[in-house]
């Protein structure tokens, strides 16, 4: 493929060529992303003390996640062609002001049905991230791209900001008032995300290239959308609800699992949860750099392997056989809170790795429709976000297994790591042996569907 970065570009845009401008899209969006993400997945701290002061079940808890999540989903598709098409400097900077009048709004919920409703809305922040994808792709050269949406999608981190801040604030404000009208504890959180939002969108509407780059400008919606009719674009779709949507519904999920099967307190458990979020973060430029270098498809074998044995080992029920006559206990297992949180940074490392891989995939087979298919990408992966949290919950209450999470997740990658295989396989058998050595190459015909 020979389809260089001008391809994502028009005659009117800048110059292909300016490292300057590529460095502070990238910058100012990843500091951008970062500060959404964490206003986007934050009700997975304060929704401890929300179920503590409004008396809600579990399932209750886990929906008022979820319906963040969703937001953060739906619009993935339309953000990324419009990020395409107006530029993602416009794109991103009111998403921030958005956001930040959605967060300030939480701080005054005074029932179940309205934290609903503002946490659905705050998650049109998640939307952020097709729009940051789109908007990279049209500044990065094609050699560093992998490494750009790592760097980008690094913001990923945001997800643990809450979770170091918001029990210290939650716990040294509680019961106090601000200002004359802002309350203390959990209410306080949002408030002060809402005035981060403002100014960071200040910042970037100031620093970032006042003429930036449309490579979407032009091109029909029909032109934007044809590719999503292709097998391949859903494959790694799943791939990326396996190592994306699983992680932002374990982000939401493992601090209502460490308080309840390990009897921790709220803020240990927030961080033993940051050393999940931390690598499945901040390895993602090191999944983009793996991915430019040795090829996105061996990236993701070694990703899917991890992540089956860790899930796997996670998913065993703690207890032992026993064998008659004599009643005798044999293969007695036990996972405790240090065991299960290494598991859980392994299983976080594989998916900060393989996060980058997917959306590797993208600009080399659709070069010119960044923003339609990495929205749908990132739009399907932050739906399985939405479905895992009530689905973990579910699956305790029908299994009775607290592990039941980690069942899930194992399934979930097995059938990604099937597929993909399978692909690879029928791959090389249809054009064997010329491609024994050159899977990752693009241009590969039907076979790879």
Not at 152 to 165: D, E, P, W
Not at 223 to 236: C, K
Not at 247 to 274: C, D, E, I, Q, R
Not at 375 to 387: A, H, N, T
Request: charged residues 10%.
């Amino acid at each position: 493929m020979s389809t260089s970065l001008q391809t994502r570009g028009t005659e009117a845009d800048p110059a292909p060529t300016d490292p300057n401008g590529a460095r502070r899209v990238l910058t100012l969006s990843t500091v951008a992303f970062t500060l959404m993400f964490a206003a986007w997945l934050m009700f997975g701290v304060l929704g401890i003390p929300i179920q503590q002061e409004f008396g809600l079940t579990d399932v209750q808890l886990s929906w008022l996640s979820a319906v963040a999540i969703l937001n953060g989903s739906l619009w993935r598709l339309p953000a990324g062609i419009v990020a395409d098409r107006v530029g993602g400097r416009i794109v991103f900077t009111v998403m921030l002001l958005v956001t930040a009048v959605f967060a300030y709004l939480v701080a005054g919920a005074g029932s179940y049905s309205m934290l609903l409703v503002l946490a659905f809305l705050v998650g049109f922040a998640g939307n952020s991230f097709s729009a940051g994808i789109a908007w990279n792709s049209a500044w990065s050269p094609r050699d560093r791209q992998g490494f750009a949406f790592g760097v980008f999608g690094a913001g990923n981190v945001g997800a643990s900001v809450t979770k170091f801040i918001g029990p210290v604030l939650i716990a040294g404000t509680a019961g106090s008032t601000y200002f004359g009208f802002v309350e203390g504890g959990w209410r306080l959180v949002p408030v002060v995300y809402a005035v981060l939002l403002v100014a960071v969108a200040a910042l970037l509407w100031a620093f970032t290239p006042r003429r930036d780059r449309k490579p979407g400008r032009g091109r029909s919606l029909r032109q934007e959308l044809t590719p999503l009719r292709q097998p391949r674009v859903w494959r790694f779709s799943l791939y990326y609800v396996a190592v994306f949507g699983a992680y932002v519904g374990l982000s939401a999920w493992l601090p209502k699992y460490y308080t309840t099967n390990f009897h921790v307190p709220l803020a240990v458990a927030a961080l033993l949860t940051a050393l999940f979020i931390f690598p499945a973060s901040l390895l993602r430029p090191l999944g983009g750099w793996c991915s430019d270098r040795f090829g996105a498809r061996r990236v993701m074998y070694a990703t899917f392997a991890v992540m089956l044995v860790a899930t796997f080992l996670l998913s065993m029920p703690n207890g032992h056989i026993v064998l008659q006559p004599g009643d005798r206990e044999v293969l007695p297992y036990h996972l405790g809170i240090v065991p299960f949180t290494v598991l859980v940074f392994l299983l976080g490392c594989a998916m900060g790795i393989g996060k980058a891989a997917v959306y590797k995939h993208i600009p080399e087979y659709f070069p010119q429709e960044v923003g339609s298919v990495g929205g749908l990408v990132g739009m399907l992966g932050g739906l399985g976000g939405f479905i895992l949290p009530p689905l973990f919950a579910y699956a305790t209450g029908w299994t009775g297994l607290p592990t039941a999470t980690f069942i899930v997740l194992f399934l979930l990658t097995l059938v990604c790591a099937v597929w993909m295989h399978r692909t690879v396989v029928h791959m090389l058998q249809r054009q064997s042996p010329e491609l024994a050595t050159h899977f990752e190459t693009p241009e590969l015909k039907e076979a790879t569907r």
